[in-house]
């Protein structure tokens, strides 16, 4: 069975580099929303604390089996720690053997703007060329690179209630081909870009800007309200837009629709991938990717690590499951 540790995965990225480990996942999602109806689904199960949310979240289908162990716990960064931290295993349905054992912190955040990129791919304008991301905590550079690489933008506008995070943020990505403006508040972000994306923490309701402060033919991926008690946008707002989730018994609970009925959302993602309705159906519709992550994405991307962990020969084989001669003689092990 394979180890991939975080240093495994930045010796992937080193391979392969950022964009190509982009288009692979990306073209996974596809494939495996592309059939939906292959897979055992169901909602992540979730266990609510104070201070935070540990959840597992399981997929399967003939061929594999996946989860991910991942918290969600905002408080986090003010000791030090990340708000998400998440560890995933992909086993062989056929034995039960788990195959590998992975971090699955970087590969949550690069899975989350892959979907997010997969779902603009049908919701978005095609000639999108300005991006607003509203949050700068540890999974925004991700959104922004998985955006850059499939659409040509131009700008990159950005807001946090955090100037530190802002000055992160700026930071790690100088030098990209887009322009990035900082900007001091939310509604001067989100005016007039074409892609709105939304990456907040706080554990609470908000509302954290108005319909008539964006443009028509805005494409919204709201990603940071994904338990429930916490959102982003008001119901008002969402009863104006075109909305697609990924799953509606989970994102019923945790995503901005928890605040709705089932019948204001248009679609699950999985619906324009496979063609039973259209995305996108003129330039001046707003929709809505109402992003809370599924177990289906991180099935992705653990099968897309596996292989490329194979083909590299990266990770560690580790002998956390027994090897026996005889597989009826488990105590022989102890045997001196």
Known sequence: MKIITVTDIQKLIQVIGMESFFDLIITTLEEDFSRWNEFILSPRHGTYYPQGVIELMPCADQQLYAFKYVNGHPGNP????????????????DSGYPLMISEMTLLTAFRTAATGVLAAKYLARKNAKSLAIIGTGAQAEFQVLAFAGFF???????????????????????????????????????????????????????????????????????MGGDSPGKTELSAEFLNQVKLV??????????????????????????????????????????????????????????????????????????????????PKNLFGLLKP
């Not at 074409?194 to 609470?204: E, G, M, P, S, Y």
């Open 78 to 93: 003010r000791k030090g720690k990340l708000n998400v931290v998440a560890i995933g295993l992909l086993s062989d349905t």
């Open 152 to 222: 040509k933008l131009e700008e990159v506008r950005f807001f946090d209630a955090d100037p530190q995070a802002m000055t992160k943020f700026s930071r790690n990505l100088s030098g990209q081909r887009f322009r990035l403006i900082p900007c001091s508040n939310i509604v001067e972000a989100v005016r007039h870009a074409d892609i709105v994306i939304t990456a907040t923490a706080a554990k609470k309701r908000q509302s954290l800007f108005e319909f008539e402060d964006i443009s028509p033919g805005t494409y919204i991926q709201a």
């Open 245 to 326: 989730v990924e799953f509606k018994p989970q994102s019923l609970v945790e995503g901005e629709v928890q605040q709705c009925t089932a019948d204001l959302i248009y679609a699950e993602l999985w619906e324009l991938v496979c063609k039973n309705k259209p995305g996108r159906q003129n330039d001046h519709e707003i929709t809505l990717f109402d992003s809370v992550g599924f177990a289906l994405e991180d099935y992705s991307i653990l099968r897309v690590v596996y292989e490329l962990a194979t083909e590299h020969q990266l990770g560690t084989e580790s002998d956390l499951i027994p090897e026996l001669s005889d």
